[in-house]
């Protein structure tokens, strides 16, 4: 059985059964996305609920996996040559899993990269610009007088909607068939109805995209990973 004793982050979180990859995440969209990748890929795994608490992700044990306090973070016990390995960034993990579990990311070289281009679609528009419309539409930046940064990102928002509407016209999926590409971007579609941000953003307009999302959460592991790890800590 692998020893993940020298992880510090074991004696905050410890492992129940080491042998197994260990997540470390909350049901956020970039934490989703890790559990609903595991579970698509039949990977077995372990998850721990790291709240958003300073008292969690900024904790010396997390910031021992992710020094940028960050979730989801995870330790692959079997790691490249048999040696545990610790990685953060949810586009990172993604790719990692895909490649080591060979699902969900391309059958050709020309499919992989097409994948991978629309995970960083991901990481560096959707994910990024609809996170600050959820700071300026539902929280703390509700607050500001100063309406043009909400109008900003309600303005990029409807912008990357209408990229990926345009995308998915007689597609089922993103790139081809369903890929780690979609369990990036779907979650982050998804996040419109948490900020109550729909309205706002025209998202019934995107009809392609409604149903995209539709699908997405149509699926028994996603439906199953969504709440995973679970909020409150078992």
């Given at each position: 059985?692998?020893?993940l004793s020298?992880?510090?982050i ?5 492992a129940k059964?080491p042998?197994?990859l260990q997540?470390?995440s909350?049901?956020t ?5 890790v ?8 990977i077995?795994?372990e998850?721990?609920?790291v ?5 969690d ?5 997390f910031l021992?996996?992710n020094p940028?306090?960050?979730?989801p973070a995870?330790i ?10 610790q990685?953060?960034?949810s586009?990172?993990i993604?790719i990692y ?5 060979g699902k ?6 020309a499919?992989?990269a097409h994948?991978i281009?629309?995970?960083?679609f991901?990481m ?6 609809l996170?600050?419309?959820g700071?300026?539409y ?9 309406k043009?940064?909400?109008q900003?990102?309600i303005?990029?928002?409807k ?5 990926l509407?345009g ?7 993103i790139?081809?068939?369903f890929s ?7 979650p982050?579609?998804?996040?419109l109805?948490?900020?109550g941000?729909?309205?706002?953003v025209e ?5 392609n995209?409604?149903?995209y999302?539709?699908?997405f959460?149509a699926r028994?592991?996603?439906?199953k990973a ?8 078992a």
């Amino acid at each position: 059985m692998a020893d993940l004793s020298a992880f510090p982050i074991n004696d905050k979180w410890p492992a129940k059964d080491p042998s197994v990859l260990q997540l470390y995440s909350f049901p956020t969209p970039n934490g989703v996305k890790v559990s609903i990748a595991l579970e698509e890929m039949g990977i077995p795994y372990e998850a721990h609920t790291v709240t958003l608490s300073d008292a969690d992700v900024k904790s010396p044990e997390f910031l021992s996996l992710n020094p940028n306090n960050k979730i989801p973070a995870i330790i692959d016990p079997d790691g490249p040559g048999g040696t545990p390995l610790q990685l953060f960034e949810s586009g990172a993990i993604l790719i990692y899993l895909a490649e080591k579990s060979g699902k969900l990311i391309g059958n050709t070289p020309a499919e992989k990269a097409h994948i991978i281009q629309w995970l960083m679609f991901q990481m560096g528009g959707l994910g990024p610009m609809l996170g600050q419309l959820g700071f300026f539409y539902k929280f703390a930046g509700s607050e500001y007088e100063d309406k043009r940064p909400q109008q900003r990102y309600i303005g990029e928002a409807k912008r990357l909607l209408g990229v990926l509407d345009g995308v998915l016209e007689d597609k089922e999926w993103i790139a081809g068939d369903f890929s780690i590409a979609d369990i990036a971007i779907a979650p982050w579609i998804n996040a419109l109805d948490f900020y109550g941000a729909k309205e706002a953003v025209e998202y019934e307009s995107f009809k392609n995209v409604v149903a995209y999302r539709d699908r997405f959460y149509a699926r028994p592991t996603v439906e199953k990973a969504k709440n995973i790890p679970p909020r409150t800590p078992a």
